[in-house]
């Protein structure tokens, strides 16, 4: 089965900087990637997806997002972090067309500081 | 679409007790997941069904964990008997072109 591995746990980052949350992920054939964000006592929310097509994924917040096939890479950033972006951020990878199975990271934390 | 609608929200129970919990997912999803989210060990997929029938269930536990989806709009996830170690929150999602849809989790107490 596919999987997915987040390197870092916790990232601190002052407001205003920018941001990069590194993902990888192992599957044989072409993923689905996903990156969800949860806030405290939530659920997870999509804030962007890859299926195919152009690599570089727009989605909500201002966040994006670069399908790297040849470094299994789906890494996540922001150019701009505002205070409200502290939260767990979770990387995730599907099997596909046909197969919505989906496997998720560990999660980054993160923290913004004023 | 209200979203995927999960209750209880909160449940806390004695060790030993049979635990259920509900899940209704988005209207034309024809996937739905539970998943089990702890500190030491992330978000588990437990299991998925694709169009009610059970796909993969090999992330479940061990056998006091059971699911069944009776129907497209309705899925619950029981625990008997449940224990210690089973606290955690829960959440069920629902999909239909890849991306999942979560409910709002319900988090279990076992005591």
């Known amino acids: 089965a596919q999987s997915v591995t987040q390197p870092d746990i916790h990232i601190t980052v002052s407001e205003g900087a920018s941001l990069e949350l590194r993902c990888n992920y192992s599957?044989?054939?072409?993923?689905?990637l996903f990156w969800y964000v949860q806030s405290p006592g939530q659920g997870l929310q999509l804030l962007l997806k890859?299926?195919?097509?152009?690599?570089l994924v727009q989605g909500i917040k201002g966040f994006e997002a670069e399908f790297k096939r040849s470094q299994s890479s789906f890494n996540l950033r922001k150019p701009s972090v505002h205070w409200s972006d502290a939260a767990e951020y979770f990387c995730a990878v599907g099997a596909g067309e046909g197969n919505n199975d989906m496997r998720f990271g560990a999660g980054t934390r993160l923290t913004v500081k004023p | 679409d209200a979203g995927v609608i999960q209750s209880p929200r909160h449940e806390v129970t004695e060790m030993g007790q049979e635990v259920t919990l509900r899940c209704k997912p988005i209207?034309?999803?024809?996937?739905l997941f539970w998943y089990r989210q702890t500190m030491m060990r992330g978000l588990e997929l437990l299991i998925y069904f694709n169009n009610n029938v059970p796909i993969d269930d090999s992330g479940m536990p061990e056998d006091r964990f059971s699911a069944k989806m009776p129907n497209a709009s309705f899925s619950t996830l029981k625990i008997q008997p449940s224990e210690p170690r089973d606290s955690a929150v829960y959440f069920c999602a629902s999909s239909r072109t890849g991306e999942a849809f979560f409910g709002q989790g319900t988090r279990l107490t076992v005591v």
């Open positions: 209207s034309g999803h024809d996937y």
């Open positions: 890859y299926f195919s097509g152009d690599t």
């Open positions: 599957y044989g054939a072409t993923p689905y």
